[in-house]
């Protein structure tokens, strides 16, 4: 059964913007993995902004926003295998997944040059 849809739709400068002027902004919205992975790109810019698009979609699904948690870092989004976008819950993201029993969740991001886009589907 679905119980949240979210959609997101962000400015790829505008993160950027945050990035480069907000020391300590990097780290505390985004995982070490996702920083090694995004920094690893060309299109670096373009990542970061998928990112934090699929942490805001997240947080609009679960239908609690900011409530869910105030760590993004630990909504993290990683790439399967096939390199399928997936999202990681770590701490109290984590625990508020169980406590509501959210038993998948699915991500789809997109990016271009100037914008980034996720949407973000969670069942139980």
């Known amino acids: 059964m679905i119980v949240g849809i979210g959609i997101d739709l962000i400015e790829v ?6 990035i480069n002027k907000s020391e300590g902004f990097r ?3 985004f995982s070490a993995h996702e920083i090694s992975f995004c920094e690893s790109k060309a299109n670096k810019a373009e990542n970061y902004a998928a990112r934090f698009a699929a942490k805001e979609a997240f947080l609009k699904a679960t239908g609690l926003g ?21 999202l990681v819950l770590n701490g109290s993201s984590k625990e508020k997944s169980s406590q509501h029993n959210w038993n998948k969740i699915h991500v789809s991001i997109s990016h271009l ?9 969670i069942e139980q």
């Open 13 to 18: 400068e505008r993160v950027m913007e945050k």
């Open 27 to 29: 780290e505390k919205v």
């Open 66 to 86: 900011l409530g869910l948690s105030h760590e993004l870092a630990e909504i993290e989004v990683k790439n399967n295998r096939s390199g399928q976008p997936m």
């Open 113 to 121: 040059q100037s914008m980034a886009c996720a949407i973000v589907i």
